[in-house]
């Protein structure tokens, strides 16, 4: 039983954290995506689709979860953002640190062996037009499965 509180008892705490970094912002969408059993497949898209309802810019965050695991200091993260109508508006790589390279200290927030960290995507994105856009986050590591990574998000705000 005293296991259970161990596991419990963290998993509380960042959820209470998320609710109350939630609170009061300017977000208008916010979505995570579990992995299962902790492990990013190289071939496991992570899609999201975004409902704008006015045309304007708009910054794009992606967000991670995960845990001293992870065998790496960095991630390469690859992106897509398609307009409504399926074109391609925006397709880069990105390199990001979850740990010191040198020391092995996580980066992110977190308790126990849970971090979580949030990176910049696109900042003042236009979106163009009404309708559903969508967001692809694949891992682009070396390994086909990424141990470590519990959630991966998405975050649009004003």
Same mark, same amino acid.
């Given at each position: 039983?005293?296991?259970?509180?161990?596991?419990?008892?963290?998993?509380?705490?960042?959820?209470?954290?998320?609710?109350? *970094?939630?609170? %009061?912002?300017?977000?208008?969408?916010?979505?995570?995506?579990?992995?299962?059993?902790? *492990?990013?497949?190289?071939?496991?898209?992570?899609?999201?689709? *975004?409902?704008?309802?006015?045309?304007?810019?708009? /910054?794009?965050?992606?967000?991670?979860?995960?845990?001293?695991?992870?065998?790496?200091?960095?991630?390469?993260?690859?992106?897509?953002?398609? /307009?409504?109508? %399926?074109?391609?508006? /925006?397709?880069?790589?990105?390199?990001?640190?979850?740990?010191?390279?040198?020391?092995?200290?996580?980066?992110?927030?977190?308790?126990?062996?849970?971090?979580?960290?949030?990176?910049?995507?696109?900042?003042?994105?236009?979106?163009?037009?009404?309708?559903?856009?969508?967001?692809?986050?694949?891992?682009?590591?070396?390994?086909?499965?990424?141990? %470590?990574?519990?959630?991966?998000?998405?975050?649009?705000?004003?």
């Amino acid at each position: 039983m005293q296991f259970q509180k161990k596991i419990i008892f963290p998993s509380l705490i960042l959820s209470l954290l998320f609710l109350l *970094v939630s609170c %009061g912002n300017n977000n208008i969408y916010e979505n995570h995506n579990e992995l299962e059993n902790g *492990v990013w497949q190289k071939d496991s898209l992570q899609l999201f689709e *975004v409902k704008i309802d006015k045309p304007i810019n708009h /910054s794009i965050f992606y967000h991670l979860r995960y845990t001293s695991d992870y065998d790496y200091c960095n991630a390469y993260i690859q992106y897509k953002i398609h /307009s409504p109508k %399926g074109k391609i508006l /925006s397709q880069k790589m990105k390199l990001d640190t979850l740990f010191d390279c040198r020391t092995g200290k996580p980066l992110g927030e977190g308790f126990g062996t849970i971090y979580n960290k949030e990176f910049p995507l696109e900042q003042k994105f236009d979106f163009t037009e009404k309708g559903i856009y969508k967001i692809e986050l694949k891992q682009m590591m070396r390994k086909d499965s990424l141990e %470590g990574i519990q959630t991966v998000g998405i975050r649009i705000t004003n």
